[in-house]
């Protein structure tokens, strides 16, 4: 049904209850109850016309229900855009919608007399006197989300960007969509990116942590009014980065800011990607969860930029290539620990600043004149630099899957006399270890394997290093045969730890279903499938028995508690977050998923493996339970980089259990690990009385 349809059948169909309204034993037989009860009361009567909108809808009520919502969003468009009127129509949508939440939750097509529902909910609004479309204030906070995206695309309409509307859609026409594109191009181009860039900075520095080195960019979610929309930073600055020297001569950035930030965040709206309230309040089936997982990928890209802390960068790459020989020349003609005290000096705390930093071929020379010239600048220009064309040259649609940003495959731009820029120190350092990866992988045939067992190696040692304990090893249980990579063993808790290289691509940055869904099979699902067989096997018989190198040792329960971590070696964004984590597994509980391009068909298949491998494990875990709460909430999705961060204040395994434990029952909305540790260490830090 589209909203039209809906218009019709109400303006159709009128509310009967009205003669009776004063009188309950009138109002019991008008909804078919016993007019001679003994105790009467209006809730009696609400609640009978709650029941007569469910027999009217006899099948499919939970996408009736969902139809409902549907609605609502198209209504409130109309209303903003085209100036359609709300009322009767929100709040008989609002009373349906309420009589259907609490029915039977069958899903499928929708059977049954929209008109007897339809005047069902008129005569429950005429007796409630409840009507929030006659609140607006109430109506714009609850809905917040929906009215900031209409707002946003009126506002783009009066600047002359049409925007179309369709059942369940809004979005810019597409010749509006690529003329507003072009003006946000060109007005970047005629402040100049890098000005642009310093601006962005200066803007954002308030956000700047300075312990975890990085800026908290995250959604305003907010439990009672929904938010405000937000400027799309991270897009912004692929744009800077594309066009940091512009056209010049420059116009003025004071008067043409405000035209860029309001353009800019209007459009970022109406892509509608933003989340207004917490994931925390929404239930997903396997396509709805579908849906939000490309949101999340949009939205990182569009209101976020990757980040690393720069203290952190050579840590991680000695520890990935610590299976190369650190003094031998590459083809290249440079050894890497030349590029790490280059990398080593650009990271260095002179270029420790908010937003972009020139640095010269010179400056390099004098800080390290123990390595030749010749290397140095090969380093920095073929390693380390962008291409003279610059990065992001195809990039201009957020969501383009064909033109993507590549920004952060090399952390350095190319500028006149032999000068590099860094744009920003945190929002490069993670091209540092993809352009040396990028400049290393073409002359080692097993590259990424040995990089990753390098890397569980090294996350060990990490461990060690801050007391505490870990195993690895494999074992083999009832028949099954397991490799465990890591096992972090504190006394309260099991920690099984499962590593994988796999990144996620600039495809499904860019919000690709398909290039999402093989990204995390690769990483988050291989890894909790590997867990969840370690934590069955060990529950089964109490302890394993992990072999390596010849020796074993024995790993008991002993009556503790088993947490189950993924962990990729570079961040996820929001993938990480343990409330979306949650829902994508409860969500596909029961679900298998496909690809319309048959060459995908073998990848697919293995995914399908992989969730079949979870849910098995789902049911022996929960065998002859008649309900099962939180089945997931052992399981986490962390990165390498965020592991470092957890281990800052660690001295023992206790302590480590005791910093993940702050992030495991408090969440902010941010979808953001980052900010909940930090947010985490703020509050103990201000808790702490003084001695």
């Given at each position: 049904?589209?909203?039209q ?7 159709g ?6 003669p009776?309204?004063g009188?309950?034993?009138?109002l ?5 109850l ?25 099948s499919?009520?939970r996408?009736?229900?969902q ?47 929209w008109q ?53 859609f809004?979005?810019?026409e ?27 900075f200066l ?7 300075a ?8 959604p ?7 938010g ?18 512009g056209?010049?001569?420059?116009v003025?950035?004071v ?18 990607v ?16 579908l849906?939000?997982?490309?949101e999340?990928?949009i ?6 930029f990757l ?20 003094t ?6 440079w ?9 080593e000096?650009l ?9 972009p ?5 010179m ?12 290397r ?16 992001n040259a195809?990039f201009?649609?957020p969501?383009?899957g064909?033109?993507?940003a590549?920004f ?10 032999n000068a ?11 091209g ?14 097993h590259?990424?394997?040995?990089v ?8 060990c ?5 801050h007391?505490?304990?870990v195993?690895s ?9 397991g490799?465990?990579d890591v ?9 099984f ?10 495809r ?54 088993v ?13 990480q ?7 994508f597994f409860e ?5 298998s ?27 022996i ?6 309900e ?6 052992n399981c986490w ?29 408090i ?5 953001d ?7 985490m ?7 702490q009385?003084p001695?």
């Open positions: 049904m589209e909203l349809d809906f218009r019709e059948l109400v303006d169909t009128s509310s009967e209850i009205g009776f309204k009188d309950l034993e009138s019991y037989t008008y909804v078919g016993d007019p001679h009860a003994t105790v009467q009361q209006l809730d009696t009567v609400r609640n009978a016309l709650y029941g007569r909108m469910r027999q009217a809808i006899s499919g009520q996408e009736a229900g139809l409902c919502r549907r609605l609502k969003t198209d209504l409130i468009r109309e209303h903003v855009l085209r100036g359609t009127s709300l009322r009767p129509y929100f709040g008989v949508l609002d009373h349906l919608q309420d009589g259907l939440r609490n029915g039977e939750s069958s899903a499928g097509e929708i059977v049954g007399d007897v529902a339809i005047r069902a909910a008129r005569d429950h609004l005429e007796i409630s006197g409840w009507d929030i479309s006659g609140d607006p204030a109430n109506l714009e906070r609850v809905y917040a989300r929906e009215f900031a995206v209409s707002r946003a695309a009126k506002f783009l309409e009066e600047q002359g960007y049409k925007a179309r509307l369709s059942p369940d809004i979005a810019l597409e010749k509006s969509e690529f003329a507003l594109i072009a003006e946000l191009e060109r007005l970047v181009g005629q402040l100049g990116g890098l000005n642009v860039a310093r601006r962005i803007e954002i520095a308030p956000l700047y942590d312990g975890l080195q990085r800026y908290h960019l995250g305003n979610v907010s439990m009672t009014d929904g405000v929309p937000q400027v799309p930073w991270g897009y912004l600055l692929q744009l800077t980065a594309k066009h940091i020297d056209q010049r001569p420059y003025a950035l008067p043409h800011w405000p035209r860029l930030i309001q353009l800019a965040t209007a459009f970022a709206a109406v892509v509608d933003q989340p207004y309230i917490p994931t925390a309040w929404y239930t997903f089936d396997a396509k709805g969860i849906k939000v997982l490309q999340q990928a939205y990182d890209s569009l209101f976020r980040q690393l802390r720069g203290t952190d960068v050579l840590k991680i790459c000695r520890g990935a290539l610590s299976f190369l020989d650190m031998a020349i590459t083809p290249g003609g050894s890497l620990n030349d590029a790490f005290e280059v990398i000096f990271l260095s705390p002179p270029h420790d600043v908010r937003g930093v020139l640095v010269s071929t400056d390099v020379g004098r800080a390290l004149p123990h390595i030749s010239r010749d140095t600048t090969t380093i920095l220009r073929d390693v380390l630099a962008h291409a003279n064309n610059g990065p195809s201009s649609h969501t383009d064909s033109n993507m590549d952060y495959l090399k952390p350095l731009i190319r500028r006149p006399g590099y820029l860094i744009l920003d120190r945190s929002m490069c350092s993670w540092y270890i993809e352009a040396l990866f990028s400049a290393l992988r073409g002359h080692n045939k590259f990424d394997d040995n990753g067992h390098a890397i569980e190696r090294f996350v040692a990490e461990f060690t290093n007391g505490v304990t195993a090893g494999d074992y083999d249980v009832d028949g099954r045969h490799e465990c096992v972090v063993q504190t006394p309260k808790t099991l920690i730890m499962e590593l994988k290289k796999k990144s996620l691509t600039r499904a940055r860019a919000g690709s279903d398909v290039h999402l869904l093989m990204d995390l099979a690769g990483s988050l699902l291989d890894a909790q499938a590997q867990a969840g067989w370690h934590d069955l096997s060990i529950k089964s018989q109490g302890f394993l028995d992990l072999e390596r190198n010849g020796s074993t040792e024995r790993i008991s329960l002993g009556g503790r508690s947490e189950r971590v993924a962990v990729g070696m570079l961040d996820f964004g929001s993938f977050d343990r409330i979306l984590l949650k829902h969500a596909t509980l029961n679900a998923f496909g690809a319309s391009d048959p060459g995908l068909a073998d990848r697919f298949e293995e995914i399908n493996r992989t969730l079949d491998e979870i849910r098995e494990q789902y049911s875990a929960h065998k002859d339970e008649a099962v709460h939180f089945p997931f909430f999705f962390v990165s390498v980089p965020q592991l470092l961060v957890l281990l800052d204040n660690v001295s023992d395994s206790s302590s480590f259990r005791e910093a993940l434990w702050d992030c495991r029952h969440t902010t909305g941010k979808s690990l980052y900010f909940e540790i930090a947010n260490r703020r509050v103990r830090s201000s808790s009385v001695s």
